[in-house]
């Protein structure tokens, strides 16, 4: 309200000042007016034609000018605030800031320090990571790790929970750490400092985000190693239990442990000794170790690192064995990536299976895209014929003939072994042709029939379903059309199994054959080359291994000559090993429920 129309309100024409000291007077003789004068305020509002238009210009602008004034001061005064606010959010995140920093470089000297390229969670690796790559197909989701996940969508939550809970003696685990791969167990002892940890390795250039780690024994590790060394070449399984029975996460004696167990057909102990020596492992990891990112690596030909390798290739056979193949295919995704151009255990012989078992066709098919031109994947017998079982599970037909067709020009001999695991008899028209018979089985060399071998034994269950028979007795009578046109592609490829194929396996197969550990397939005297014995938890060692611990000189070539030293080593420890686990086992807390499932 203007000066003008308190005037003709109150009646007078009396100033206020807001600083006079007889304010509080003039106040109460103004109140004192109001009340005694009788006045209409409505009458104002109709004395709008009275009021002079500059008089109400000078007085807006007088006001407006007021505003102006109070709202600048407030906005000051709001500056102010925030500046100090501001000024103590930085002091507050720079205490913070320093307080981290001290806290990882304390980390870093203690477990080495990171690479800048290490950085996997960054945001300028976020577009990277969303490109097709070789590496983004190896990602791995935790989700996909944990079997009972899978267990639950297969047969139900209600019937995997009522499972769980009529098992005995089902505990919350509050020592256990928090982990991925594997759950501690309620009977399974603390974990504490065990000796075992894992740094980042400086021995090998990080490249193109990749990072390598490597994992490093304590001299407390180290003296156990030594013994559980000297267990192992006494023969005496009761020194590996009493190993076990003071070090209870000693990984490489779990591992002999589990075999052991494993050839006593004590299958649900053995899977949780694998288990048990996994939980250890990642235990041990490095912080930066993410393996989800599919770009950290381990150095197989280090001997302190092949254990994870061999860990995670038995913990999926056990995997398999429950029918958790989606599972196990994760598993097989970070075993791989952990050196996918190497691939020192083979994984790309079994990664088919469980991907075609767990109806992945779409990752198995984008998979081969894109690693065969640096893995040759296709001259694989297994990867050639489940490329073409993948894609005629989705439709693609066309594309599924001719990559089954080349499949079995390629690697005829796979046809009627095939035939034979499946139980079914060939008709008159293949049995007229020596093609798949006597032709194939004399160009095949003795290499090549092993992995053909392999692949039936392994994959036989998949040809089985009623829909592919006549699929591929289509595609097995449009081959024999080939044959008899003489095509040039089954000359190529004729020629092609002659000259690549000749030659001993890789090591890195033959330990894929000796952990798989599948019936009928076997490797012979003359295709192993050894320094030594083998041993089960490190069997066929690189040539160029990088050794830390040196084993017996006369012992080594006292069994030098002798590959089969490890099956006449476990079945002479395994004759009382029942009762002698039972033993340890129950000294050291590892009891296990006899209703368990594998």
Request: a neutral charge.
């Amino acid at each position: 309200m203007s000066t003008r129309h308190i005037k003709k309100v109150y009646g007078s024409d009396v100033l206020f000042e807001k600083n006079s000291e007889n304010e509080s007077e003039m106040e109460n003789s103004i109140i004192g007016d109001i009340k005694s004068k009788a006045f209409n305020f409505f009458d104002v509002l109709n004395q709008n034609s009275e009021i002079n238009e500059e008089e109400n210009k000078e007085e807006q602008v007088a006001d407006e000018n007021s505003i102006d004034e109070t709202k600048h001061k407030k906005k000051k005064r709001r500056q102010r605030k925030l500046e100090g606010c501001k000024a103590q959010i930085v002091e507050s995140k720079e205490e913070n800031i320093d307080e981290i920093e001290r806290t990882v470089r304390e980390v870093n000297k203690l477990l080495g320090e990171p690479l800048p390229s290490c950085s996997f969670q960054s945001t300028d690796n976020f577009q990277w990571s969303q490109q097709k790559s070789k590496e983004n197909i190896l990602l791995v989701q935790h989700k996909h790790l944990n079997s009972y996940y899978e267990l639950k969508r297969i047969f139900g939550s209600k019937t995997v929970q009522a499972e769980q809970q009529n098992r005995k003696h089902r505990v919350r685990v509050s020592h256990a750490r928090k982990t991925w791969l594997v759950s501690a167990r309620h009977n399974w002892p603390p974990i504490n400092k065990f000796g075992l940890s894992m740094s980042v390795d400086r021995t090998i250039k990080a490249t193109n985000n990749v990072q390598y780690f490597v994992f490093d024994h304590n001299p407390t590790y180290r003296q156990i190693q030594q013994k559980f060394l000297q267990a192992v070449e006494s023969s005496n399984h009761e020194n590996i239990l009493s190993i076990i029975n003071v070090h209870s996460y000693h990984v490489d004696a779990l591992l002999q442990l589990a075999d052991l167990c494993k050839q006593n057909d004590d299958l649900a102990m053995a899977a949780q000794l694998t288990e048990r020596a996994l939980y250890c492992l990642e235990c041990a990891f490095h912080p930066l170790f993410n393996y989800t990112t599919a770009l950290c690596r381990l150095d197989y030909r280090k001997q302190q690192n092949r254990s994870l390798f061999i860990t995670l290739f038995k913990h999926i056979n056990f995997l398999c064995g429950r029918a958790c193949y989606r599972t196990s295919l994760e598993f097989c995704k970070l075993l791989l990536s952990l050196d996918p151009e190497g691939d020192p255990l083979a994984v790309v012989l079994c990664l088919d299976f469980y991907a075609l078992r767990a109806k992945e066709y779409e990752w198995f098919i984008e998979f081969c895209n894109l690693w065969d031109s640096t893995r040759n994947l296709t001259q694989l017998p297994n990867i050639a014929y489940s490329l073409a079982l993948a894609h005629f599970r989705l439709g693609h037909t066309s594309i599924a003939n001719e990559l089954l067709q080349n499949a079995l020009i390629m690697f005829p001999g796979v046809l009627m072994q095939l035939l034979e695991e499946c139980g079914i008899q060939s008709d008159e028209m293949v049995r007229s042709y020596d093609f798949f018979n006597s032709k194939a089985a004399l160009s095949t060399a003795p290499s090549l029939e092993k992995l053909q071998t392999l692949y039936v034994a392994r994959n036989f269950l998949l040809w089985k379903d009623v829909e592919l028979l006549p699929w591929l007795r289509e595609n097995v009578h449009a081959v024999l059309s080939r044959v008899d046109s003489q095509d040039d592609y089954v000359k190529y490829c004729e020629e092609k199994r002659k000259k690549r194929y000749q030659g001993k396996l890789p090591r890195n197969i033959l330990r894929h054959i000796i952990l798989s550990d599948i019936k009928n397939i076997s490797v012979n005297t003359h295709e192993v080359q050894i320094d030594g014995f083998m041993l089960s938890h490190d069997p066929l060692p690189p040539v160029d291994s990088i050794d830390i611990y040196r084993r017996s000189a006369t012992r080594a070539r006292s069994n030098r000559n002798d590959p089969g030293f490890l099956s006449l080593f476990l079945s002479y420890i395994s004759r009382d090993i029942g009762r002698d686990v039972a033993e340890v086992l129950e000294n050291t807390n590892l009891s296990y429920d006899n209703d368990e499932e594998i």
